[in-house]
């Protein structure tokens, strides 16, 4: 829901990750190996104030998300009895639990679920019961920025903003106007707000899924190709909010708020199914093993609802300080209802308790309940046949006649989230903060999600029921504390004399300056990346008949079906420097990683492939944490030298799956797709930076050395050495360009994927992993002889410290780098370039 004009009142800057987990679902007795959804997230935010009245805000976003989805609800007794072997134990296969959604099932004469006796495979007991069907997705990440100017007037302000959100099927961009009045000496605040989104969905169906589900009502919104459906759909929402603030009294506060939504357009989500069971009457009692019922046959149907939505949402929020206790209570209660017929209550209360001078600790309870949409059902029984086969004797014409759509509801969905349930949870955050503006958080909170919490009962059954938590981390900088600390302390002196040092480095160059004694930086780098165009053997173009024969071959029994046409890489780098002496610097350097790569098949692959291998694989998530020691070996005048020893904790996945083709082959993802090395590595560097006048000028050596023969997939990555050079001329005071340039030699891969058994086209195999003979669509990523190599780069940069105003002290640069020279391993995609864009701020 859209939040009010208000805002915090000194300028900030905010960091947080945060990581969603959810508990393996319970299928009812059906086999779950598959992993649950889990998300990681980072977000970033900042309000700067331009001016004294002139305020800007910026916000983004970043999420991948895996595992495996619910798509539809079956009945139980729709499942396959067959076992095969996996490994050293036996499983069943079960289609209430995989993308397979069509089947046949025993009913009895009033059309109740009956299961089958194992020995005489004939129906005996009634069995209504529902059960989730999953369906594995590979990682896929979105990213959502906005944008927001605002003015503030001495009663009133006034915001505008704009903003987008892009997934690999689901674009949006949105645009918002709030506003606040102040009256009644301020202790009364009008909030008032209104928005517009548009988005548009481009859903790719899943190629398991895709030949059982039913889409004749959306047959018009579908597009094909030659082995891919594609749904295009388009929503609209409006959206406007009022809300009033009354300060009760020195101790208590009050705020209502309304807000309405209108939604139209396409309003479903293309992922999700309705099971729907056809059953004839006319054909009672004339399967042998079932001769008091009958047979229905299972059919899967794309969920349809309304093209329209309104939603209505009433709240309230009352704060209450606790003087003897010197803590605050929040209690929140928010009424939704829509006309789709969900009626959903949430209760939720805060404590805030400080503790000391610079601890607050929050422990929090939340409860929801919701009813059940007017068409929500777990699936659907229709009295008819799906398709009847009619003889005519009078013509000697037989014909088949399908279904009556009119004796379908209008409108159905399957969809858990729809359901009648109550959600509780309660989680606590602790923050602390330090001097200088700085606040850490950490939180923690744990859901419970169920029919039987719904208020006042008759939820749905426990096939809906799932638990999750959610755990996250979050900086906080106050721009205008810090401001004060600096104007008030010994670092109003010193703090940027010698900003000209390292303002002038460029900003790709990691580890570049030390800082003085007592002085804190904290600094933010983004890193994107790109590799495009041809495939490189050594540094020539490669042949399509060149990689299928040679790329998959370094040690390896394979053929190469596919090789990439493009790769993205982008990093959010967050850097924490704290110096205790003069010659020392200590710095934490977390990241959050996403990839993307698209492929291709390879010209005269014998091989009925289909375009399902032209997609593009993502993922996303917590990178490897550097930690580093900066000491100094040289400082006199205007030269400088250092030594940095670093080391990275394997903090990255080297595990992460891909949804490959065919069901249940889930092998690793491509190596240079995994998040970190899964390696404790030594990263050592050595920095010489110098100066005259306007010029300066710099060189670096640094290199990383795996500390671990293997990670825990079976692999290490190749060490690497880089040296670099560069200079610097300011044009301003204030600002200055760079030209360096850069070498890097990398080794290769050493070790492959540990053997991963698997099912590939219902058959047990020993491995489903890139590279081995199993694995049908292996391309010159998949093996480790393809990584690594020698390469020539040049750099262009820009740098900039902000002199004055409110951004004063604020360090900003970008790079570009551009390749010159390629010396590829094996078979690799040519690189295209590297952008670098920095921010710090010392104090």
């Excluded at 208020?455 to 721009?479: I, P, R």
Aim: with cysteine; net charge negative.
């Amino acid at each position: 829901m859209m939040a009010g004009a208000s805002a915090a009142e000194d300028d900030e800057i905010d960091f947080q990750y945060s990581h969603y987990q959810e508990g393996k679902r319970d299928l009812v007795n059906v086999p779950n190996n598959n992993n649950p959804i889990e998300v990681d997230s980072v977000f970033g935010y900042s309000k700067i104030s331009l001016t004294d009245r002139i305020k800007l805000y910026f916000n983004y976003s970043q999420d991948t998300w895996s595992g495996a989805t619910p798509i539809t609800i079956a009945p139980l007794v729709a499942r396959s009895n067959r076992a095969i072997e996996v490994g050293a134990a036996r499983e069943k296969v079960i289609v209430g639990a995989s993308p397979y959604l069509n089947g046949q099932i025993f009913l009895d004469k009033d059309f109740n679920p009956l299961t089958i006796n194992p020995k005489t495979q004939k129906a005996r007991d009634i069995d209504a019961s529902p059960v989730q069907v999953l369906a594995m997705a590979s990682p896929e990440t979105r990213k959502q920025g906005d944008l927001k100017l605002g003015y503030e007037w001495d009663e009133a302000s006034l915001q505008a903003g704009f903003g987008g959100s892009i997934e690999r099927d689901y674009e949006t961009w949105f645009g918002n106007v709030n506003g606040s009045l102040d009256f009644n000496q301020k202790l009364t605040t009008l909030n008032l707000g209104a928005s517009y989104t548009s988005s548009d969905i481009d859903a790719k169906f899943d190629h398991d899924a895709a030949p059982y589900l039913i889409k004749t009502d959306f047959l018009d919104q579908i597009s094909k190709t030659l082995s891919k459906e594609i749904l295009r759909g388009s929503k609209q929402d409006w959206a406007g909010n009022i809300g009033l603030t009354q300060v009760i009294n020195k101790n208590a506060l009050l705020s209502t708020n309304l807000s309405y939504v209108h939604s139209g357009g396409y309003l479903n989500n293309p992922y999700k199914a309705m099971t729907v069971v056809f059953a004839d009457p006319d054909s009672l009692g004339s399967d042998p093993n079932n001769r008091k019922g009958l047979v229905g046959d299972v059919k899967a149907f794309m969920e349809q609802r309304p093209n329209e939505r309104n939603q209505w949402t009433m709240g309230a929020r009352y704060v209450q300080y606790v003087n003897p206790l010197d803590a605050a209570a929040h209690f929140d209660y928010q009424f939704f209802q829509d006309d789709w017929g969900i009626n959903a209550h949430t209760f939720q209360l805060d404590w805030l308790q400080p503790v000391g001078d610079s601890w607050t600790v929050t422990p929090k309870v939340r409860y929801y309940s919701q009813d059940a949409a007017d068409f929500f059902s777990p699936y659907l029984i229709s009295k008819q046949a799906f398709q009847k086969v009619v003889y005519d004797p009078d013509t000697g014409v037989i014909s088949t006649i399908p279904y009556d759509p009119g004796k379908l509801p209008a409108y159905f969905s399957s969809d858990y989230r729809l359901s009648a349930y109550g959600a509780l949870s309660g989680g606590v955050t602790v923050s602390k903060r330090f001097a200088k503006g700085l606040t850490l958080e950490a939180g923690f909170e744990y859901y419970t999600h169920a029919g039987s919490l719904h208020l006042g009962g008759n939820g749905e059954g426990s096939y809906t029921d799932v638990d999750y938590f959610v755990a996250n981390a979050n900086l906080k900088v106050n721009l205008s504390s810090l401001g004060r600390a600096l104007a008030d302390g010994r670092h109003a002196d010193h703090a940027h004399h010698h900003h000209g040092q390292h303002a002038s480095s460029p900003s790709g160059v990691m580890s570049s300056h030390m800082l003085k004694e007592g002085e804190t930086m904290l600094g933010y780098r983004y890193q994107w990346s790109r590799m495009a165009g041809d495939t490189l053997h050594g540094t020539e173009v490669a042949t399509d008949k060149s990689i299928r024969r040679n790329g998959c071959t370094a040690g390896f029994t394979g053929y190469c079906r596919l090789t990439p046409t493009e790769m993205n890489m982008g990093m959010h780098m967050l850097m924490l420097m704290y110096a205790p002496t003069d010659g020392i610097t200590l710095m934490l350097m977390p990241q959050f990683m996403d990839m993307s790569m698209n492929l291709r098949m390879l010209d005269g692959v014998s091989y009925l492939a289909t375009e399902d291998h032209l997609h593009i694989h993502e993922t996303g998530g917590i990178g490897d944490t550097g930690m580093y020691a900066l000491v100094r070996l040289l400082d006199v005048g205007s030269h400088h030298a250092h030594l940095s020893l670093g080391v990275t904790a394997p903090t990255g996945d080297v595990d992460i799956h891909l949804r490959r083709m065919h069901q249940g082959d889930e092998g690793l993802i491509h190596y240079g797709m995994q998040l970190g090395s899964g390696t404790w590595d030594f990263l050592p560097s050595v920095t010489y930076t110098g100066s005259d006048g306007a010029w300066s000028w710099g060189a670096q050596m640094n290199g990383a050395m795996r500390l671990e023969d293997r990670n825990p997939s079976g692999y290490a990555l190749g060490n690497m050495f880089q040296a670099t050079a560069w200079g610097s001329y300011k044009l301003q005071s204030w600002l200055s360009v760079s030209l360096r340039g850069v070498y890097t030699y990398q080794d290769q891969i050493v070790g492959q994927f540990n053997p991963t058994p698997g099912v590939v086209n219902g058959k047990v195999v020993d491995d489903v992993n890139p590279g081995s003979k199993n694995h049908y669509s292996t391309g010159p990523m998949d093996y480790p002889g393809n990584y690594g190599g020698r390469y020539w780069d040049v750099g262009f940069g820009l740098n900039a410290v902000i002199p004055s105003g409110g951004l004063k002290g604020h360090q900003f640069g970008v790079e570009w780098l551009q390749p010159v020279e390629d010396d590829v391993n094996g078979y690799q995609l040519q690189r295209e370039g590297a952008l670098f864009a920095s921010w710090g701020l010392m104090f």
